[in-house]
């Protein structure tokens, strides 16, 4: 249950919250539109629902409003960008944005993020390359909840993977991925509806395949994606550990289990051996491999291919990445944007601390 | 059952027969390195069991021996290289020297290849970089016989990903994979051994799930990483589309359906957009981001600790990716490679025609 807000009367509660802690109106509106981003395209878990989770950082003195975000190192592909703890949904844009200008002037740009914290959907700052005709590329480690293969510990968070590919006629491409089987925000879903979880989803504490979607609360684990060996898990731990690497090692962020979680009511990590947590981003150039009109048009072709595959009987059609997402901005920036009841309470609580109502 | 040989007794025949074929003195001992990379790391469906195959292709007309392999359009940091149909054994090794050589000067190599074939194991072409303290990136498209989610046409190929990263006193962290859940030498050991697959690996053409490990080909679909839609193959088939773009689209080589085959007896595609098979290359100068003793020392902490966590009862330890491929060919090395029977009576054949012994 919940009732839909209008984008705009949503934008300008989490502008109002974020300049109330203190942001710049620059980065009050940067933060806002990344994390609506998740709101709109119906990523609920990562959206409004975490405001005050952001807010509470923030009290908790893990959060600096104004932050001297800067590059510590770089060469003419490659940039290390400290947050200086800064909110990740105003850090990310900024480190995506070096990738796209390292992009411009020698083909590609990469960069790897350190002292940074939660930065809202991958996907969105992926999306910034599209409008230069570039593929975009963000990543981020998180908080340990998966257990690799073999393993009963929780090494690895659930380390998305986004890709935005830009094509002709057709829409963009645009993958955005838990390396777990589920993601965590699907667990949460099954937890309010006290519904079961398929198996592969989660293990016991004691490594013991579970459909109990609590079993995270009890010292269990998400799985990577393939759930068991026998269906490829160590492929979904690669993936995972690769994106730990590329965002944690890379930048001097933490990682593996020492990447800081973002409820405060969860206590630090010991022996800490980076920085906040790490992203990695990525810009290539289309026409710095072949001439952008070509391969747009290879990609109209693609997709209209995949599209019109034939399918199991009682599916529609083959999705493309990217697809129900952009149905789903488009029919709530159209009707609104649901906010569950729970949500609405603890954001009704929140302006108030801040001299706002929703 | 069959005959364990020497690596060099095996690589003299490999190159011989490279020779036969016409291949220059340096392209065969570059393409009998990258083939028998595979035999050593334990991938015995990638390496020699191959050989007549790349005999066939040439003898069909579909490999160049004497390829004009060259950059056709190329920025600071990014090249796109036309394999001019050279063996991919060759072509692969050619392009990730660009890859490395554009990271030493601007910080990272991104590299695209049309106009290739079968490349032998990514894994290989990615560890290269590893000499020169980079991330190495390798992955290729392939011929189709994976479905999408949903599909019941195959439009994919196996299209693994492999990234190589060094590290410190530990060895490197090596992941290769398929991007389904089982790779298709997997399953090819299942035929042989008249086996049952795992639920979750194929599908019947109908789009039914299956256990029938002959099932390709019955007209079935190998299946994305996660198996179904319920347990993440959309982000399988997410994985496989973006090799597939990276390394078709981009380079102006086949996609999709259209990705040319391995076996001559199977016909080639109608209508193909591109030219022959496309691979995509990274390498990522390490320096270009932070020092490489801070973060080859921290890739040191993260094995370890990955190395050293409690495991689900009964399993020895959690395995760092690239561990049990080294093991084997330190084994391998020593003991030499094990060759079977069906394998060796095909190699005879060829020695015969190409005037040597195995």
Chains 1, 2 share one sequence.
């Not at 119906?42 to 509470?56: C, E, F, N």
């Not at 990577?224 to 962020?253: M, N, Q, T």
Request: a neutral charge; charged letters at 20%.
């Amino acid at each position: 249950m919940g009732s839909a807000y209008q984008y705009d009367r949503l934008f300008a509660f989490v502008k109002h919250i974020f300049s109330g802690i203190g942001c710049s109106e620059a980065d009050s509106s940067t933060a806002a539109v990344s994390l609506l981003s998740a709101d709109l395209r119906g990523v609920d878990s990562h959206g409004i629902a975490r405001l005050s989770g952001y807010v509470r950082l923030w009290e908790a003195g893990r959060v600096h409003v104004t932050p001297d975000i800067r590059i510590v190192h770089e060469t003419p592909s490659t940039a290390v960008v400290n947050g200086d703890a800064g909110l990740g949904l105003v850090v990310a844009p900024f480190a995506m944005k070096i990738a796209i200008s390292k992009a411009e002037k020698v083909g590609t740009g990469w960069v790897s993020v350190s002292n940074s914290n939660h930065f809202g959907i991958a996907g969105h700052h992926a999306m910034m390359a599209l409008q230069k005709d570039m593929i975009g590329i963000a990543m981020t480690n998180a908080s340990a909840l998966v257990a690799p293969t073999f393993s009963i510990e929780r090494l690895l968070g659930t380390n998305p993977i986004a890709v935005s590919i830009p094509a002709g006629e057709e829409p963009p491409f645009v993958a955005d991925f838990a390396t777990t089987t589920a993601a965590n925000g699907k667990l949460e879903l099954l937890q309010h509806k006290k519904g079961n979880t398929p198996l592969g989803w989660v293990q016991t504490k004691e490594g013991q395949s579970s459909v109990n979607a609590d079993e995270i609360k009890n010292g269990g684990s998400l799985l990577p994606l393939g759930g068991d060996r026998e269906h490829g898990s160590h492929k979904g731990y690669g993936l995972g550990a690769i994106v730990d690497i590329f965002s944690g090692v890379l930048s001097g962020a933490n990682y593996g289990p020492w990447v800081p979680p973002f409820p405060i009511y969860i206590p630090m990590p010991e022996s800490m051996p980076g920085e906040g947590i790490g992203h990695f981003f990525g810009a290539m150039r289309i026409d710095a491999f072949r001439p952008a009109e070509a391969f747009k048009s290879n990609m109209d072709n693609w997709i209209r291919r995949f599209r019109s595959a034939k399918t199991i009987p009682g599916k529609e059609k083959v999705l493309i990445h990217g697809d129900p997402e952009r149905e789903m901005e488009n029919e709530r920036k159209r009707s609104g944007i649901p906010v569950a009841d729970t949500v609405l309470a603890d954001l009704q609580t929140l302006g108030k601390k801040f001299g706002i109502t929703l």
